[in-house]
């Protein structure tokens, strides 16, 4: 089993609308949460990266949020738009070297 | 700053061939480099693990007379698949880690190879 589940596994909305992507995990110990944003066929970016202390980040319209007690954390999309259409990547680590992934949710942003 | 350079972007071998890819770090040392592959609509699977100057660390399934990885210097790994079969067409990534960045990861932007 997936230390790192993702939800929805695909999602498709409407410009303008807004989303939110969930991520729930059991690895332990925990040292940090990133979300990644994927364009197909091209490395993943980076778009928040959080600890243990940090309850949410936000990076222009997108905002993750992370709840350490229940392990959960979510990514937040205000506004979509065309170009938000990606997949988006949670990943948590237990140290520097050891990342384990999520299989991502894939976000389809329709005009 | 942090910008990860990967190349080529895509690349086609034929049975039997083998191919590199180049990972450089281009405004960082990079202390760990990390390299994927990715199966269409699949995340990233890690492959390897490797520090500047030592052997890498392949995880469990890969084969490391297969996928020759080399990290030479601060700024450069590469990757060389030997005698590439169909079966290991996928999309390859590697990230890379400056200790002095904390805890940032910067991820290359990929090489698709297709083995025909």
């Known amino acids: 089993k997936n230390q790192v589940e993702q939800s929805p596994q695909s999602l498709i909305i409407l410009e303008g609308k807004n989303c939110t992507l969930q991520?729930?995990?059991?690895?332990?110990?925990?040292?940090?949460l990133r979300w990644y944003k994927q364009d197909t066929g091209r490395g993943p970016v980076s778009l928040t990266i959080?600890?243990?202390?940090?309850n949410t980040k936000s990076n222009g319209r997108y905002t993750a949020t992370l709840d350490a007690d229940t392990k959960q954390s979510s990514l937040h999309i205000t506004a979509s738009q065309l170009s938000d259409s990606a997949s988006y990547i949670c990943?948590?680590?237990?140290?520097?070297?050891?990342?384990?992934f999520g299989a991502g949710t894939r976000l389809t942003v329709k005009p | 700053g942090a910008v990860v350079s990967q190349h080529p972007s895509w690349v086609i071998c034929k049975s039997g061939t083998s191919v590199k890819i180049e990972c450089r770090s281009l405004d960082f040392q990079a202390t760990t480099m990390f390299w994927y592959r990715q199966f269409p609509k699949q995340s990233l699977m890690l492959m390897a693990t490797?520090?500047?100057?030592?052997?890498?660390?392949?995880e469990q399934g890969v084969e490391k007379d297969k996928f020759l990885i080399n990290h030479a210097s601060l700024t450069l790994s590469t990757l060389t698949v030997t005698s590439a079969h169909p079966e290991d067409s996928s999309f390859y990534i590697c990230s890379a880690r400056s200790r002095l960045l904390g805890r940032g990861y910067t991820f290359g932007s990929g090489t698709r190879l297709t083995v025909v």
């Open positions: 990943v948590v680590s237990r140290d520097s070297n050891d990342m384990r």
């Open positions: 490797s520090n500047e100057g030592s052997k890498a660390t392949y």
């Open positions: 959080m600890t243990f202390s940090e």
């Open positions: 991520c729930n995990y059991t690895v332990s110990p925990f040292s940090n």
